[in-house]
């Protein structure tokens, strides 16, 4: 089955390049760990496009950094539009410091040491 399709942002409908395309064999968790085998992969080229040769019975996942991971479902060889929704990440919170130090030999010198913390939240 030939897998291919346009990926795209959910909100802006704007496609989004260098998105993982991965085939996976999927494996009975009964008789071995719940870990899907992956089989092969690819990227969406600059217009979110992308094209696969996909095995029977395999299953293809959609991830990209800051969006939800979307399993699709195929038919073989038609365009598909893909929305992948963003994902909301809770950042640390980030302080900075600052000091300055003057150098009587050098009036114009100038140091700036910048010190930074960051706090987790946890």
Do not use: W
């Not at 080229?45 to 996909?54: A, L, S």
């Not at 990440?89 to 302080?95: E, F, G, L, Q, R």
Request: charge should be neutral; include cysteine; charged fraction near 15%.
């Amino acid at each position: 089955m030939i897998a291919k399709g346009q990926v795209v942002d959910s909100k802006s409908l704007v496609s989004i390049p260098g998105v993982t395309i991965a085939e996976y064999t999927p494996v009975n968790c009964i008789t071995a760990p719940c870990n899907d085998i992956l089989v092969d992969g690819t990227t969406t080229d600059v217009n979110g496009m992308f094209q696969k040769q996909v095995q029977q019975g395999n299953v293809v996942r959609v991830s990209a950094i800051g969006y939800q991971t979307v399993q699709p479902l195929f038919h073989d060889n038609i365009l598909e539009k893909i929305h992948l929704v963003q994902k909301a990440y809770d950042v640390p919170t980030a302080t900075v410091t600052g000091s300055r130090t003057y150098y009587k030999y050098y009036l114009a010198a100038l140091v700036v040491a910048v010190s930074v913390y960051i706090y987790y939240k946890g």
